[in-house]
């Protein structure tokens, strides 16, 4: 009798162990950006950044402490988008005369919509592809490639604008991004103008995501940013502009009051 239950599981049993689709990764991939979207709250963090410019002037090469902040701003038919800024507070260790960093030193649009260049929402733009996942041995990240598909027909749409590819890590527990890598071939840094011809160059960027606890909530952010790029030889001279920027102490940004009897001593 036994023996007869255990047959009748076995089939079970091999269903609930398949490993998942590219589709159902990417859908709950999907909730959980819809989650980050609608709940996550306006919020400040230290950010760190070290820049430079090889070869360049010593001057060009930086260190720069901002408080960064991701706003969550009210429309008027009602919906939010998240609006992202900075307030530089130290150069090189000496108060900042700018609120200018100067570029190309960080890289805006990470904690916006970073987490969504693999979903659903843009796969008409991309092209994923989901690699092996062994189902023997310790736990293993997914990992999905993706390269972007553009056309005249969806490119408005896109995220991505330029020709890229690159490739996400995965938690399988979580079903959270923890690493993405993006290599742009052909990334435009200078646009053409009156003065100069467009330069051009490759640009690799890498983020590392960690949970991070606000009003009692965990949301995954971008925990280190790196990014180089570097110019194409024969645009003018090889140039590599780099930086590392680095993101913690986050604070749920909010004001709170309180009312005193008249009289009473602030």
């Known amino acids: 009798m036994v023996f ?6 076995c089939p079970a049993l091999a269903q609930q162990i398949q490993p998942p689709t590219l589709d159902d990764i990417l859908e709950r991939l999907e909730s959980n950006l819809l989650h980050y979207d609608s709940a996550v709250p306006s919020f400040f963090c230290d950010e760190h950044v070290v820049s430079s410019v090889e070869p360049g002037l ?8 901002s408080v960064f902040r991701l706003k969550r701003v009210l429309n008027a038919d009602h919906t939010s988008t998240l609006d ?33 260049v693999v979903s659903l929402n843009q796969r008409a733009c991309m092209r994923y ?20 598909n553009l056309t005249p027909e969806n490119s408005a749409n896109c995220l991505l604008q330029e020709k890229s590819e690159g490739r996400v890590f995965i938690d ?24 100069t011809s467009q330069v051009v160059g490759e640009r690799v960027i890498s983020v590392d995501y960690a949970p991070v606890e606000l009003g009692g ?50």
């Not at 690699?131 to 999905?144: D, M």
């Open 172 to 195: 399988p527990g979580a079903i959270q991004i923890t690493h993405m890598e993006l290599t742009t071939p052909h990334h435009t840094i200078a646009p053409e103008s009156y003065y």
């Open 58 to 65: 010593r001057n060009q090469n930086t260190v720069t402490d």
């Open 217 to 266: 909530q965990t949301f995954w952010m971008p925990a280190t940013i790196t990014s180089r790029v570097t110019s194409a030889k024969g645009t003018y001279h090889a140039t590599t502009w780099s930086f590392r920027a680095t993101y913690r102490n986050f604070h749920k940004l909010e004001v709170t009051s309180r009312i005193l009897p008249a009289g009473a001593a602030p």
């Open 4 to 9: 007869g239950v255990w047959v009748a599981l």
């Open 129 to 148: 592809t989901l690699q092996r996942i062994k189902r023997n041995g310790p736990p293993a990240p997914y990992v999905v490639r993706f390269a972007s």
């Open 84 to 116: 992202e800024s900075r307030e530089v507070k130290t150069v090189n260790g000496k108060p900042a005369a700018s609120q200018d960093i100067g570029g190309p030193s960080v890289l805006s649009g990470a904690f916006e919509g970073g987490l969504a």
